[in-house]
């Protein structure tokens, strides 16, 4: 695999250091990304540079991840309007060791001899004092080099402190140690980082003299203009504690036409004939959404695992397509919960499924799930109620115990997109 030709035709190059694509070419070399530990998570915006690496790694280079323990301690001000928020040592490490385990699962778990590594910058620079890196750094980069840069002209506007002032001198020194001691001659990045990038290169180039290269991909952007990544409940995490599989799965089958076209070559392997191919079945029957499902299963799989992408799949046929009730029992209680996310709940007492109820005064009485029990009958006589996807025929049914998913559970369908899910305490 040619690295830079696999990122063109993927639309995941924004810029790129002259001579970078010949040195590629001709000989395996070793390249990095960063990864501040800002969260103990990371989100889906993140899926770039991962994926930056994981075809770096294909293309038969050695690639390092940098976990940014130092950096996180000073805070990046690439594309950001206002400071962030300094986070304490202690969330730090905290931050750093949840993020190392998700880049170790994601980019190491085919069994390659060549794993990718993982190093954390807070290994070098906690052993360097103030005065060596004003010596050793500070004196390399200029005030007026660091004022050209159009983050920082952006955050003159308003402010910035010298903490955040200093941060490209910081992750210049990081590629400095890398090439030093790993001979890390390429870096990979979001374009908010070609600052950042640049910075090291001049720096590099004044104290060793040496060339090194460097790659950007451009901001993912919906095809409407907003921001990639983000729902109204906030980021899509990576962490299934953050966001469950199912929900990580639904964000994907949701993107727009357009967008599934550009975000399966740009966040899974498939070849370049695989996804033209996809296009064409697509554009052949849009209502059936084959690229909306391809893009799902790719990334659900990679980022999760092929069981998290099938239950995620039957959880979808369980709330939007036709599932039966044996299909609904067959699911454990954290997936259920995971399908339910975000459904109306009520809660009854236990006892009164052990005393059984009528159904009209289970629906109207006791959850109120309809208004009024004449509500009920003739949502009944139109087949238009459903307890765990098994239509009600009729006012004479009784709900028991037996009824309930998980010995708690009940989920009840009124019409074609009302769902509840009544818990028994």
């Known amino acids: ?42 989100h889906i915006g993140s899926l770039v540079p991962l994926g930056m690496l994981r075809l770096f790694k294909s293309a038969g280079h050695h ?28 969330t730090i490490t905290k931050n750093t060791e949840g993020i190392k385990e998700q880049i170790t699962r994601l980019l190491n778990k085919d069994g390659s001899d060549d794993n990718v590594e993982i190093l954390n910058n807070y290994d070098w620079f906690g052993k360097m004092t103030t005065l060596e890196f004003l010596r050793d750094v500070g004196k390399y980069l200029t005030v007026s080099y660091l004022l050209s840069k159009g983050y920082i002209k952006e955050r003159l506007k308003t402010e910035i402190s010298f903490t955040e002032f200093n941060y490209a001198l910081i992750q210049a020194y990081d590629w400095h140690w890398l ?5 890390c001659v390429v870096q990979m990045g ?17 104290k060793t003299r040496k060339n090194v290269f460097g790659v950007t991909a451009p901001l993912i952007t919906k095809a409407d203009g907003s921001k990639f990544g983000k729902t109204e409940e906030g980021n899509i995490w990576l962490d299934r ?8 799965y639904q964000f994907w089958m949701n993107t727009s036409d ?30 059936e959404r084959i690229l909306q499902s391809a893009l799902a299963k790719e990334v659900t799989t990679w980022i999760h695992s092929e069981k998290d992408y099938e239950l995620a799949v039957k959880a979808s046929e369980i709330l939007f397509g036709n ?53 009920v009958k003739r949502s009944l006589k139109e087949g238009g109620i459903s307890i765990n996807k098994e239509k009600v025929q009729g006012a ?30």
Not at 4 to 30: C, F, H, N, S, Y
Not at 68 to 77: I, Q
Not at 179 to 183: D, G, M
Request: proline share 4%; glycine share 8%; net charge negative.
């Open 190 to 206: 979001g374009s908010d980082q070609w600052g950042n990038i640049t910075a090291g290169t001049e720096l590099i180039r004044k």
């Open 1 to 42: 695999m040619d690295f830079i030709k696999e990122l063109r035709w993927r639309g995941m190059i924004q810029d790129v250091i002259p001579g970078t694509e010949e040195l590629l070419a001709k000989e395996k070399t070793t390249g990095y990304a960063g990864f501040d530990p800002t969260a103990d998570s990371l």
């Open 396 to 425: 004479e049914t009784t709900i028991t115990s037996k009824d309930l998913l998980n010995n708690k559970y009940l989920l009840v369908q009124k019409g074609k997109k009302n769902y509840f899910l009544v818990i028994a305490e």
């Open 323 to 375: 599932a039966t009730t044996e299909a609904l029992r067959s699911i454990s209680e954290a997936d259920l919960l995971s399908i339910c996310e975000g459904v109306p709940q009520k809660s009854i007492p236990l006892a009164d499924f052990e005393a059984g109820m009528e159904v009209i005064s289970f629906l109207a009485d006791s959850t109120n799930i309809f208004p009024s029990r004449g509500e």
């Open 241 to 248: 504690k953050r966001t469950s599989p199912y929900k990580f």
């Open 63 to 90: 690639p390092i991840a940098v976990l940014g323990g130092a950096t996180a301690m000073v805070g990046d001000p690439s594309g950001k309007s206002e400071e962030r928020k300094l986070l304490d040592e202690e």
């Open 258 to 287: 357009e967008d599934a076209y550009n975000y399966v070559k740009i966040f899974t392997l498939l070849t370049e004939q695989e996804v033209e191919d996809l296009k064409k079945q697509h554009d052949a029957a849009p209502h």
């Open 179 to 183: 090439v030093e001691n790993k001979n």
